[in-house]
Structure formats: C-alpha cells, structure tokens
C-alpha cells in the first residue's frame, strides 16, 4: 500500500468512528474540539508526508525528483517542519485541553498560546497551499492585514480594526477558529457526502445511477 492510502484509510476510519458515536457508547466523552483537532492532525499528516509542497497530486514528494540530500524517507525535511508547527498547535489542543478552555473564558491567549498559535496559522496556511493553491491563503492573509491596519486605511475602509493578538485568539479558541465549529461540521458531516460519494464511484454504483437516469430520459431534450 502507498502513503497517502494508508493515511486516507486510518483518516477514514477515525471519522467513522467518531460519526457512529462509538466512543459515547464505550462511555467515552472526547469534546468537539479534540475530535477536530485530530482531524486537522490527519488531515496535515496526509498533506505533508504525502504531498510534494509544489503539487497538489498525492505521491509526488520532491524525493521522486532529485536525491535525498534534504529528505527523510522520501519526504523533504521542509515537509516535516510545516508538519511540525501545525502538530505543535493541534497536539497542545488534544493532551491540554482545559488550556483552551480557559483561553476562552478568560478572552486572551497568553506568550505560549501566542506562539501555539502563530506555528498552527502557519502550518494550516501552508497546507492549504498545498491543497488548494495559491489564492485562498493569499486573501486569508489579505484580510488579515486589513483587519489589522485598519485604523490606518483610508475612507469606507477606516475601521477600529483589530490587534493580532486578538485575532489569533479568535483563530486558536474562538468558536470559528481553527477547532471551531466550520472543521466540527466538516469533519462529521461533509466528510460522510465525501467517503460515501467515493465508494459508490469504485464500486460502480454512481454509474449506474446516471446510465438509468440516461436511459429514462436521454431521448428528451
């Protein structure tokens, strides 16, 4: 089996999993944002020991194009830094959890979430570079700076802004952050329309149901 299988088929169960309820019936409680935090860990593992960092197809590590002079196991070492900030920061959220809790009750991130904070921002902003190019992180990063000199921009675009400290708090323990609600939804909703529109493409079955709309109506404009 290749890498990026292996990771797809321990991501897919994981989500399973956690879809089916199976840790409440063992008499388990994990919060949403452990679960998520370990979806975004799968989610970079795939990405970054499975990716080359100039392409979006899996499988293609810069090892397969030039000597392992700056890789490990066909990886390239940049690979596992991005790896590493992104772990760093979802890692802390899994193991430390009350931390956050209390990020979010007293409002503020203090030195350590800051830099936790900064390492996942740029973890995340590369992976999903990689995954799906330039353009998002670029206006991610774009409304960023806006929002953080705001104060100093011109006519309807004046505002009151924001500091980045604010805005990495938002990003690390807000409810939209990066372990909020948007990956919660994607992680045990989306991801069910994605793994099971992929089963019935290999086993046929999506094929069959366009062959029998075609064939009911593929006479009429």
Known sequence: YSRPAIFATLIVIYHMIVIG???????????????????????GLIIFLARDSGSSQPGHTRADKHSGKYSMAGVPIINFVFLGA????????????????EYAMYGYLDTKGIVLACLM?????????RAAGMVLPALI????????????LPGVLYGAGGSLDRILYAAYAG???????PLQIASSVII???????????????????DVAMAMTGRSK
């Open 175 to 181: 409810e939209a952050g990066f372990f909020g609600q």
């Open 86 to 101: 992104l772990l760093m920061g979802s890692l802390y959220v899994i193991f430390f959890n009350g931390r956050l809790d």
């Open 121 to 129: 921002a740029i973890g995340v902003l590369e992976a999903v570079r």
């Open 21 to 43: 309820n199976i840790p409440a019936w063992l008499g388990y409680f994990i919060p949403g944002q452990i679960l998520s935090a370990i979806s975004l860990t799968c989610a």
């Open 141 to 152: 990063i774009f409304f960023v700076l806006i929002t953080v000199f705001q104060q100093y």
């Open 192 to 210: 069910v329309y994605l793994f099971f529109g992929a089963v019935m493409q290999v086993t046929g079955a999506g094929q069959w149901c366009i």
